[in-house]
């Protein structure tokens, strides 16, 4: 998958929704501003410049903002001890944005996926931040779009590729990071219908295992580990509590928390589903 391509349609349309949106509060990001959703992907590219362009295996120490460029006199910027920022966005903001994540374009079309550099997951790699921002940039893009009431569908190819990532990687580590309780056998499909993917996922104690045959990018049956137990494995198929389907847009809007799952098609048991977000909570 071209998760360069993704990324910069991803990135310019996410700024275009915002140029659109200007101000307001975004629906799907309680708490936030139209600035505030400006701020903070544009951080997040800056710090990952940063990472990859000095090549660091460690954690930086981000007290020392720098590295983020902002103006001499950011006065009228989003603040995010004073959030949400309502108003209008900031003159310079936008721009600032752009230019940050040209950076982050430029450093990942011209860095090898496999070099080593920190990350918060088992896999320590570039390649590891151009999937993680991809994904991201087109959630944003769809939050964005929520404001003004244009939020689009996402990319099949680059949704499908979500939800495997979701399992691989953000649901072992949304339940370490926020303690989540231990699973108890609940097992959930997800199922494409504009597509062939296939995800069976269960949760057992803190473990998060994907039936074999599932649509998953770990290769020979390695696991991701993120510490604390918090592991992905791959384990036989089974019977699931519950089934959902959907498009792999819907299917990604709602492993993100976006979207309700009322909007699927679920068979089974819906008190299992109306769990997962407790087992998986959002971060």
Request: charged share 20%; with cysteine; glycine share 12%.
């Amino acid at each position: 998958m071209d998760h360069l391509s993704h990324f910069g349609r991803e990135i310019r349309a996410f700024e275009a929704a915002c140029r659109a949106a200007d101000s307001g509060l975004v629906p799907s990001c309680p708490g936030w501003g139209v600035p505030d959703l400006v701020m903070h992907l544009g951080g997040v590219h800056r710090y990952l410049v940063w990472v990859i362009g000095d090549r660091l295996t460690e954690q930086p120490d981000a007290t020392d903002l720098s590295f983020l460029g902002l103006p001499a006199d950011p006065a009228g910027w989003p603040d995010p001890a004073r959030a949400p920022a309502t108003g209008p966005l900031p003159a310079g903001l936008l721009d600032w944005f752009a230019e940050g994540a040209a950076k982050l374009e430029a450093a990942f079309a011209t860095t090898d996926p496999g070099v080593p550099v920190w990350t918060w997951s088992g896999e320590q790699s570039v390649g590891f931040w151009l999937r993680m921002q991809t994904i991201e940039a087109a959630i944003h893009r769809w939050d964005a779009e929520m404001v003004t009431g244009t939020a689009g569908t996402m990319d099949a190819e680059l949704a499908a590729d979500a939800v495997g990532q979701t399992f691989e990687v953000m649901a072992p580590a949304r339940r370490a990071w926020t303690a989540a309780p231990p699973g108890t056998g609940e097992t959930y499909g997800f199922r494409q219908s504009d597509g062939p993917g296939r995800w069976t996922v269960r949760f057992d104690g803190p473990d998060v295992s994907l039936a074999e045959g599932t649509n998953v990018s770990l290769g020979d049956g390695a696991d991701v580990s993120l510490g604390d137990g918090a592991d992905v494995s791959l384990v036989e198929s089974g019977g699931c509590d519950v089934e959902v389907a959907g498009t792999a847009s819907d299917l990604m809007l709602f492993l993100w928390h976006r979207i309700p799952y009322e909007r699927l098609d679920v068979h089974g048991d819906r008190a299992v589903l109306a769990r997962y977000f407790t087992l998986v909570p959002p971060v």
